[in-house]
């Protein structure tokens, strides 16, 4: 089975702009979450998805946001970009809600400058 | 809140050495703790969950409730473990993960 996929690998922006990432899960996997990366805060939640519904967030502001489509991969999206959002995006797949263990992907390198 | 804490950001062993990464937790619930590893220029990969009670690459954690503590042992460490440490802790109500910051383990020849 193919991993997770991430797209794309790397992305540079400026502030104030607005960037979507994209995962693709697991095959079969329908819980989908996505964390931040950096070397300052580590790795952090942001939010998880199951049945195209919204089932966790963590602690980041609404410029943070994502979906789910019917066929579990999954989009987030950051507006307003701020130098503080540069960090690696990291989707991870489970097979369920509530399942483990995860499965990571490659992650999204965000730059903005 | 839960908390997972790694108290060591850089551990060195040599090889044959013993090694032990350190986590500590904080749950109200029964908690579900893992042990993930990222080697260099590849994706986080889970290498131990408590509830399996499996060794992986001759690594081995307990789970000890008393002391709210999750530590990673391996007898004799390799060249090939030296990569970053995630200790995790997962929530009973979906699969979010928190993590701990990370141990990164060098293990010199």
């Known amino acids: 089975k193919a991993g997770v996929t991430q797209t794309p690998r790397y992305l540079i922006k400026t502030r104030g702009q607005q960037v979507t990432l994209s995962c693709s899960p697991i095959?079969?996997?329908?819980?989908v979450s996505w964390y931040q990366q950096t070397p300052g805060q580590g790795l952090q939640f942001l939010f998880e998805y199951f049945s195209e519904t919204q089932r966790n967030k963590g602690n980041f502001p609404g410029r943070f946001s994502g979906r789910q489509f019917s066929n579990s991969r999954s989009e987030m999206n950051v507006s307003t970009l701020e130098l503080g959002d540069s960090a690696l995006y990291l989707c991870a797949s489970s097979l369920d809600w509530g399942y483990q263990p995860q499965h990571f992907g490659d992650g999204t390198r965000l730059s903005i400058l | 809140a839960q908390r997972v804490t790694q108290p060591e950001k850089l551990l060195s062993v040599f090889k044959g050495a013993p090694v032990e990464l350190k986590c500590n937790y904080s749950?109200?619930?029964?908690?579900?703790l893992f042990w993930y590893v990222q080697y260099s220029r590849q994706r986080l990969q889970l290498l131990l969950r408590h509830i399996s009670r499996e060794s992986i690459k001759g690594f081995t954690a307990d789970l000890n409730k008393g002391e709210t503590s999750f530590h990673l042992k391996k007898p004799f460490a390799q060249e090939e473990d030296s990569a970053m440490y995630y200790c995790a802790l997962a929530q009973t109500s979906g699969s979010r993960l928190t993590f701990g910051e990370g141990t990164q383990l060098t293990v010199n020849p």
């Open positions: 749950y109200s619930g029964s908690p579900e």
């Open positions: 095959s079969g996997h329908r819980s």
